[in-house]
């Protein structure tokens, strides 16, 4: 079974740029979440998805960032313009709604730097 | 509010020793699940395992063992005989069941993750 795919695995862009991260979660996974994690820090939860509707995006800087997944698969994460205390890893993840205890699966995550 | 605190920040032993990972948690549900993840340099999250609010038999999976005591709001991560390709950081976590107080079923709440290194 594939795991959660994510693209570019690392981005450099200047500060007021914008930018773009995809991801394929693992096939049947209705659930999807983004997560950002700061250097030294631990993940935590941008926007989560329940096919195509949000569920949880109380941590989404909604000024900047905007997040969709259209069709309830693959989902994309926009930040626009970029600000240097964006650079982090993004990280996206899946689970299956049969699993109770909904563990996640992660993705390789994307690396972005902001100058 | 859900919080979880992995108070030892970096841990350096030399290969063979055991290590324990602490993690304490606080949650308002009834209900609830905890997990430890492995984030090795590569930067993938790898799941370890889970653990649910109802269970609290311990859990040994090689030199992988676990302990959930529910009346201390623990959850820790033992590691035998350790070998260099364990160093990584390691990362407990948990998720809730309701959807209340700025939290959401499956949402996961991490500790701030703990760096073990293993020397040769």
């Known amino acids: 079974e594939a795991g959660v795919a994510q693209s570019p695995r690392y981005k450099i862009i200047e500060k007021r740029q914008s930018v773009a991260f995809w991801c394929n979660p693992i096939s049947g996974h209705a659930t999807l979440y983004w997560y950002q994690q700061i250097l030294g820090q631990g993940p935590k939860l941008l926007i989560q998805?329940?096919?195509?509707?949000?569920?949880?995006d109380s941590q989404l800087p909604k000024d900047r960032f905007s997040a969709e997944r259209l069709k309830g698969v693959d989902s994309t994460l926009k930040i626009q313009p970029a600000k240097l205390e964006d650079s982090a890893v993004y990280l996206c993840?899946?689970?299956?709604?049969?699993?109770?205890?909904?563990?996640?699966?992660f993705g390789p995550g994307t690396r972005l730097l902001v100058l | 509010a859900q919080k979880v605190t992995q108070a030892q920040t970096e841990i350096s032993v030399v290969e063979k020793e055991d290590v324990t990972l602490d993690c304490v948690y606080e949650t308002r549900d009834t209900t609830y699940y905890l997990f430890w993840y492995k984030q090795p340099p590569s930067g993938e999250l790898v799941f370890l395992i889970r653990?649910?609010?109802?269970?609290?038999q311990n859990e040994i999976s090689g030199r992988y063992s676990w302990n959930f005591q529910k009346s201390t709001s623990s959850f820790n991560f033992t590691i035998t005989a350790s070998q260099v390709v364990d160093s990584a950081v390691y990362f407990c976590?948990?998720?809730?069941?309701?959807?209340?107080?700025?939290?959401?079923?499956?949402?996961?709440?991490f500790g701030q993750g703990t760096i073990l290194t293993v020397h040769p």
């Open positions: 993840a899946s689970s299956h709604d049969k699993d109770r205890g909904k563990t996640q699966y």
């Open positions: 998805f329940q096919n195509n509707g949000v569920v949880d």
């Open positions: 976590a948990l998720s809730g069941t309701t959807n209340a107080g700025g939290t959401s079923y499956g949402k996961l709440t």
């Open positions: 653990r649910n609010s109802f269970d609290e």
